[in-house]
């Protein structure tokens, strides 16, 4: 079965620093996709960036980079120059690339900048 | 607007009663997913829908059912109402076989509480 693990249930990080949510995840499948969402106080989920198993590069969307590293089965978020608005709960997924394919969501991390 | 339709946005029932959540997908969409997500937790897999069949199900309570209909969207009904069915509920859509980070559509979410 497949299971996510995000160990920070809080971070507190000054506005323009870079941080870093952490991701583990476990799967016996070989095909297999990780995403992060980013869910408001508002509480709409938001898409943020994708990793394919096979991808051999790290993946990045804007301000946004997912550290894939498959031996070690972790898919850390960077976020660099963290804004006031980047304060949400950040949830990792992960879908299984045959079968409902449904996404398997870890217990996400709050994120809060402080100006 | 993201093209998935939850109504309706929050709704307030008393314990033991019965209430109808419904999702309509997002155009040409044929999958539907359904996630709760409890207080500051992250969002548990209910149930698939593929074009009107269950295609997975997750750790969904017998007191919950569901249904696609022929013009794809869906209903979750949750009976017998206690209070730690109080939750967020997502619908998401997506258009059949995956393939990327792309194509799972969320929807807004019904806040249900349970008094």
């Known amino acids: 079965a497949q299971k996510i693990t995000q160990t920070q249930p809080g971070m507190f990080v000054q506005e323009k620093e870079a941080v870093t949510l952490d991701c583990t995840y476990d799967t016996s499948d070989q095909s297999y996709g990780l995403f992060w969402y980013k869910q408001p106080s508002s509480g709409e989920m938001i898409f943020l960036i994708y990793?394919?198993?096979?991808?051999?590069q790290n993946a990045t969307e804007g301000r946004y980079s997912l550290n894939f590293q498959k031996a070690r089965k972790s898919a850390n978020l960077v976020i660099s120059a963290s804004q006031l608005g980047d304060s949400a709960m950040y949830f990792c997924a992960m879908r299984e690339d045959w079968g409902a394919q449904k996404l398997v969501f870890g217990q996400g991390t709050r994120l809060t900048i402080n100006p | 607007d993201s093209g998935v339709t939850q109504t309706p946005k929050h709704l307030i029932t008393a314990t033991g009663q019965r209430v109808t959540l419904r999702c309509s997908p997002r155009s040409g969409d044929l999958s539907v997913y359904w996630y709760q997500q409890s207080l500051d937790q992250g969002l548990q897999f209910l149930i698939q829908y593929y074009n009107g069949e269950e295609r997975a199900k997750g750790n969904i309570l017998e007191r919950f059912s569901a249904q696609q209909f022929p013009d794809l969207h869906s209903e979750l009904n949750l009976s017998s109402l206690e209070l730690g069915d109080s939750a967020l509920y997502f619908c998401?859509?997506?258009?059949?076989?995956?393939?990327?980070?792309?194509?799972?559509?969320f929807g807004s979410g019904t806040r249900l509480t349970v008094v």
């Open positions: 998401a859509s997506s258009a059949g076989l995956l393939q990327g980070g792309y194509g799972y559509t």
């Open positions: 990793q394919g198993s096979y991808d051999e």
